[in-house]
């Protein structure tokens, strides 16, 4: 069993569910983002998503896209987000999934990522613009690496495509609570709920719902019927609106732990 299979086994016995908060590499700067690695860990996280920036984020709202901008602006690259996650090993063993685009991953190159990712304690790699049908090579270098593949099933997708998810993800299957892109909402959709029940079908790998998780009571409500909450946009819109702060790590800690309820 995998670290995050382990991870989401461990919760399960515990009567728990997950914490699974999102921030891009590199905004606002990568000894921030390393800063930000071990305080969310502490914040309660069960595992982060690390977002390697990508200059056309389709899949993401104008929160990421703006943040993913900034980290360009640096010379953010896959190279300096392992980097970057290779300081924060040093204080946390909270388990990661890389959250990227199949362009960037492409370029430094299937089995190199592979390898460096087991290297430096990478436990899964989410490729949102990678269907199941396309992912053969890639998630072979990965599996023979011991790293898990996530892909996203949306309220879209067939019994079939969900079938065909089921069969391929290693780790956790992440349902997009709505289609679209991602950014915070006032509400969850209804949909999230009918889409976790229709993969319960299919699979027995744990469901983390995200896209619009954005206040406790999402998180709450999430926690009814998945296995874990994402949260990406409202927490990105938070380092955005402290950069520049000497406190943005403290704030962005104790913002991730206002969304927690008691578990």
């Known amino acids: 069993m995998s670290r995050l299979g382990k991870t989401f086994e461990g919760m399960r016995r515990a009567g728990r569910r997950g914490f699974i908060p999102y921030v891009t590499a590199g905004d606002p700067d990568l000894e921030t983002t390393a800063a930000l690695l071990v305080e969310l860990d502490r914040a309660g996280a069960n595992v982060i998503e690390l977002g390697v920036p990508f200059s056309d984020p389709v899949a993401d709202g104008p929160v990421i896209q703006r943040a993913s901008e900034r980290a360009l602006r640096h010379g953010v690259g896959v190279a300096e987000v392992l980097a970057t996650l290779e300081r924060a090993r040093r204080e946390t063993d909270v388990p990661v ?17 592979a390898a460096e ?5 990478v436990d899964g790699v ?24 996530i892909f996203l099933a949306a309220p879209t997708s067939t019994d079939a495509r969900l ?31 009918r889409l976790v029940t229709r993969l319960r079908a299919f699979s027995d790998l744990p469901v983390a719902v995200g896209f619009g998780i954005s206040t406790p009571e999402h998180v709450r409500d999430v926690w009814r019927y998945a296995d874990a909450a994402v949260v990406g946009s409202a927490l990105v819109a938070e380092i955005e609106k402290e950069a520049g702060g000497p406190d943005l790590v403290t704030r962005v800690g104790a913002f991730a732990r206002s969304l927690l309820p008691a578990r």
């Open 126 to 149: 989410l490729v949102t613009d990678m269907t199941p049908e396309e992912s053969g090579e890639f998630s072979s270098a990965l599996a023979r690496a011991g790293i898990d593949q």
């Open 97 to 113: 999934v890389l959250f990227s685009y199949f362009n960037p991953l492409m370029q430094f190159g299937a089995e190199r990522l």
């Open 117 to 121: 990712c087991a290297r430096l304690g």
């Open 163 to 193: 079938r065909l998810i089921a069969e391929r993800a290693g780790g956790f299957i992440y349902a997009v609570s709505r289609a679209g892109v991602t950014g915070a909402r006032s509400d969850v959709s209804a949909e999230a709920e």
